[in-house]
C-alpha cells in the first residue's frame, strides 16, 4: 500500500489592495504537501505511482529539463514508494541543485539533445524498450492520470470559491481542477495563468479531456517573456509579496501566477465580494538558478 494522505491548508491572505477592491483572496497550499514532491506534482504523479504499482513495474522512466520541478518529484517519490526512476535530461550534461536532488534521491539521469528529445516515446522505446520493469511518465507528469489526482483538490475543500487560480505548464492541472468543480457541479470560474509564451494551444491541451469545451480563462499576458523568463518586476513582486504574506513564490510559475492575479485586481477583473482561491502549486527548485538575477532586482 502507497501511503498518499496529504496536508494543503487553505489559508486567507490580507493586502491593502484587497480591502480597497472588496475581494479576499485565499491560498490553496498545496506547496506544503511535501518538500520535494510539492504541489501538483504529488497530484499528477499519485494515479501514475498506483498504475505503475499494479502493473508490477518498479522502474519509472521520465523527462525534464535541468531545472524540473517533476523530475525532482519523481526522484524523491520512487525512492519514498520503492521504485527505480531513471530521468531523461534535455541538453547537454551539466551539474546544478536541482539534478542533484535528483541523484540524491536515486535517479539516474540520461541527457539527450533538444532534438532527440523531442521524441519522448522514441527514447523510452530506444533505451528501455526491452527492460519489462520500465513505466513511461511523460514530462511534468502530463495526461489523464494526472488529471485525476489534480480534480481531488476540489474535494478538499468546504467552502466556494467564485475564482480559481493556477499556473499552467501543459494544462494537466488545470483540466484536472476543472474535472473536479464539474464533478461537484460548482459555480467557481477556473482561471488559468501560462507560464509559456503563445500559450494559445493550452485551450486545446485542456478541451481535450472534456467532451463538451467548459468555460473557463486562459490570461495569456502574463509569460514574462516565455518559459522560465523572468524580469526584475517579477522578483520585485516576489519579494513584496512574499514579504508581506510569509509564502514563497519562484521566478517560473507561481511567481507569475500570484503576479497576475493581484495586476486583475488591480484592472478590477473581480467583482466586489469575490472570493478566490489561488492555487500554490508549490515547485520552488525554479529560485535555485536565479540567485544572481534576484539578488540583482531585490537589493
Ligand atoms: C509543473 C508545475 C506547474 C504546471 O502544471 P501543469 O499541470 O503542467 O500545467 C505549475 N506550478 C508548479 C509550481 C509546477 O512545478
Redesign the pocket.
Known amino acids: 500500500m502507497l501511503h498518499l494522505e496529504i496536508y494543503s491548508p487553505v489559508q486567507e491572505i490580507q493586502d491593502p489592495l484587497f480591502d480597497d477592491k472588496q475581494v479576499r483572496v485565499f491560498v490553496k497550499r498545496d ?1 506544503l504537501i511535501h518538500p520535494f514532491i ?4 504529488w497530484r ?1 504523479l499519485k494515479y501514475i505511482l498506483l498504475k505503475a504499482k499494479e502493473e508490477n513495474k518498479n522502474h519509472l522512466i521520465t523527462f525534464g529539463g535541468a531545472f ?3 523530475l525532482v ?1 519523481t526522484a524523491c517519490a520512487s525512492a519514498k514508494f520503492g521504485f527505480k526512476s531513471t530521468g531523461i535530461v534535455r541538453g547537454e550534461s551539466v551539474q546544478n541543485e536541482v539534478l542533484m536532488l535528483c541523484r540524491l534521491f536515486g535517479m539516474k539521469l540520461l541527457f539527450v539533445d533538444r532534438t532527440s528529445y523531442r521524441d519522448k516515446q522514441d527514447l523510452f522505446e530506444k533505451h528501455f524498450g526491452k527492460d519489462q520493469d520500465a513505466y513511461f511518465i511523460d514530462a ?3 495526461g489523464l492520470d ?1 488529471t485525476k489526482g ?1 480534480a481531488e483538490l476540489i474535494d478538499e475543500h468546504d467552502q466556494t470559491f467564485d475564482h480559481l487560480f ?11 481542477i476543472l474535472k473536479g468543480i464539474q464533478k461537484n457541479k460548482l459555480k467557481t470560474v477556473v482561471n ?1 495563468v ?2 509559456l509564451k503563445n500559450a494559445e494551444f ?1 485551450k486545446n491541451e485542456i478541451d481535450q479531456y472534456f467532451e463538451k469545451p467548459l468555460e473557463y480563462h486562459l490570461h495569456l499576458n502574463y509569460h514574462f517573456g516565455g518559459y522560465a523568463k523572468t524580469t526584475p518586476e517579477l522578483f520585485q513582486f516576489m519579494q513584496a509579496f512574499a514579504s508581506s504574506t510569509g509564502i514563497l513564490t ?1 521566478p ?3 511567481g507569475k ?1 500570484f503576479y497576475a492575479l493581484y495586476d486583475l485586481i488591480h484592472k478590477d477583473f473581480f467583482t466586489p465580494k469575490s472570493k478566490i482561491l489561488a ?8 529560485i535555485s538558478g536565479m540567485t544572481d538575477k534576484i539578488n540583482q532586482a531585490i537589493f
Do not use: F, M, R
Open positions: 506547496d510539492s504541489g501538483n506534482k499528477k524540473s520541478n517533476h518529484a511534468g507528469g502530463a494526472g489534480c493556477c499556473a499552467s505548464g501543459t494544462g494537466t492541472t488545470a483540466a484536472g488559468a501560462p507560464v493550452l519562484d517560473v510559475y507561481t501566477l492555487i500554490h502549486t508549490g515547485g520552488l527548485s525554479g
